[in-house]
């Protein structure tokens, strides 16, 4: 019999059909007489509930039936007596496709906490909580597409192995083939990457804007969606070595219209998962403020659903950030010396502390925050004619801080190419992205939106290797 998907058989009413579910058991309770199996096959956060009839036959059967085993159920569809379902399956065959131990398996019907979970990442996706990221997850990846296939953009793929620096940042990891137990050096004792395989130094990319630049600049509207890669160093709750990042980049745009995208965007994508994904946001909702129940009435996030409603509602706040260092300085916070790093002038980068202040003391809202410092930001910003800022533009949501950096590019030539020297850029290298600059120059602007920090934003959960299946951080490889 053709196997029926949990989430399609839990809409159906044929009742008295004979079907197949196949699925991993999530509990088994029952009597005496009687079996009642949940089985969860991952398309639905529901559970199906299988009713068997204990009989002589299925005893060593259902013995074996224990949390994290596979099944195959063939039964007759019934409407559920029971509250909370519908449907059930009242079993006439069940056949075990693979047993699980539960002397040995990990996941026992019991809350288990994040950090265990994540030792077993191989296993995870098997509870509710992850099996609800991972579907908000491909939702979102399907409303990115769906927002810019929409508004007219041409998804271009960026290379991952680069040669070139985008953000001057120098966190990146080396790409090689060299034997690292005996590096060719040079006469003057540096690496000979001449012998390597690309013939020079190559890395895994921070960032694809500077090839989406190029992409821009001839088709007008393009984004890239793929994996970037961050040696940083810091062990925080939102930053991976590996992640993914949507960058779109316009041609004929400046950073006003590039403001304007980004929230369009946000508010199109989060539109979308309340529009399809209720069931896992209602069961993350559950989850969180179980996890909160403990902490003090001011100290808990506001509701999921709620939250992502509340930043559809209104527009985000746009402000300078000499205008955000002013509201800082002169906050309570700053001045009963809470934040761990205090605001005193003009030209510090924001921590994410400060950030959060923005958005959820000081306007309740999402803000975003232009013409930063020019010696904070890159190299490729459009310079102001005050000779101290650039066209940044940084979108900073409740509980994550920073979710999007973007900004209108350096179109001019003669300028890019001052800043280049200023900052050490290497120009032989970036030959090609100078060029562009020479050869029908227009203003462009664009942004990068880190996918897992969106995910965070969506789901409620606190740390970001939770939002990503298997993640990259330091000392951490494993999976
Ligand atoms: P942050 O200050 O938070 O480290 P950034 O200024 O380094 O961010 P950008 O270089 O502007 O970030 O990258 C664009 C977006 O990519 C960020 O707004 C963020 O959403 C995301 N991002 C950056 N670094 C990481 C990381 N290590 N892990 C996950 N997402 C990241
Ligand atoms: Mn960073």
């Known amino acids: ?50 009713v068997v009839d204990r009989n002589e ?38 056949e075990l496709l ?44 399907f409303a990115i597409h769906k927002f810019f296939t929409e508004e007219g953009f041409f998804n271009i793929h960026t290379p991952i192995i680069t040669a070139s620096d985008a953000e001057g940042a120098g966190e990146m990891f080396q790409v090689s083939t060299l034997d690292l137990n005996d590096i060719p050096k040079t006469e003057d004792g540096a690496v000979d990457f001449k012998q390597d395989f690309f013939g020079k130094a190559a890395n895994l990319t921070v960032s694809g804007q500077l090839e989406a630049e ?21 062990n925080t709750t939102r930053h991976l070595a590996e992640f993914w990042m949507i960058e779109p980049e316009v041609a004929f745009c400046d950073i006003y219209e590039d403001m304007d995208l980004a929230e369009d965007m946000l508010k199109y994508v989060i539109q979308y998962a309340l529009d399809h994904c209720m069931d896992d946001l209602e069961f993350l909702s559950k989850r969180l403020q179980d996890e909160e129940k403990n902490k003090k009435a001011d100290e808990r996030s506001m509701e999921l659903i709620e939250k992502l409603k509340f930043v559809l509602d209104k527009p985000f706040e746009r402000i300078t950030y000499t205008e955000a260092i ?17 605001i005193d002038g003009w030209g510090a ?17 999402p803000v975003i925050l232009t013409d930063y410092p020019r010696d904070i930001k890159a190299f490729y910003m459009k310079q102001n004619d005050d000779g101290k800022t650039v066209r940044a533009m940084d979108v900073l949501f409740p509980q994550i801080g920073e ?31 100078l060029e562009t600059r020479k050869f029908g120059s227009v203003p462009h602007a664009g942004f990068g939106l880190g ?29």
């Open 57 to 94: 036959d299925n005893t060593e059967l259902l013995e074996q039936v224990n949390t994290g085993a596979s099944l195959s159920v063939d039964g007759t569809l019934l409407e559920s007596a029971g509250s909370g379902q519908k449907v059930e399956v009242h079993a006439t065959n069940i």
């Open 1 to 50: 019999m053709k196997r029926t998907e949990i989430k399609k058989l839990l809409e159906r009413t044929d009742f008295g059909s004979l079907v197949n579910v196949k699925g991993w058991v999530r509990t088994k309770r029952g009597s005496k007489n009687v079996a009642f199996i949940a089985l969860n096959d991952g398309s639905t956060i529901k559970n199906v509930q299988v």
């Open 214 to 234: 190029l992409g821009a600049l001839a088709l007008s509207k393009v984004y890239t969606f793929g994996p970037t890669f961050r040696a940083e160093n810091s």
């Open 326 to 342: 002013n509201i800082l300085r002169n906050s309570k916070p700053n001045k009963k010396k809470k934040f761990q790093f205090p």
């Open 98 to 141: 693979g047993k699980a131990d539960p002397n040995e398996y990990p996941l026992q019907p019991k809350k288990h906490s994040l950090e265990f979970l994540r030792e077993k990442a191989h296993l995870r996706f098997r509870t509710n909580t992850f099996s609800a990221v991972a579907r908000i997850r491909h939702s979102m990846i």
């Open 349 to 365: 980068d924001l921590q994410s502390e400060h950030e959060r202040y923005l958005v959820e003391k000081h306007f309740k809202k």
């Open 403 to 433: 979710i999007i950096g973007g900004s209108q590019r350096e179109d001019d030539y003669d300028k890019l190419q001052q800043r280049m020297i200023e900052m050490d850029i290497p120009q032989e290298s970036m030959w090609w992205y």
């Open 451 to 479: 996918f897992e920090r969106l995910i965070l934003f969506l789901t409620g959960m606190g740390n970001i290797r939770d939002v990503i299946a298997f993640p990259r951080t330091p000392l951490n490889c494993e999976f």
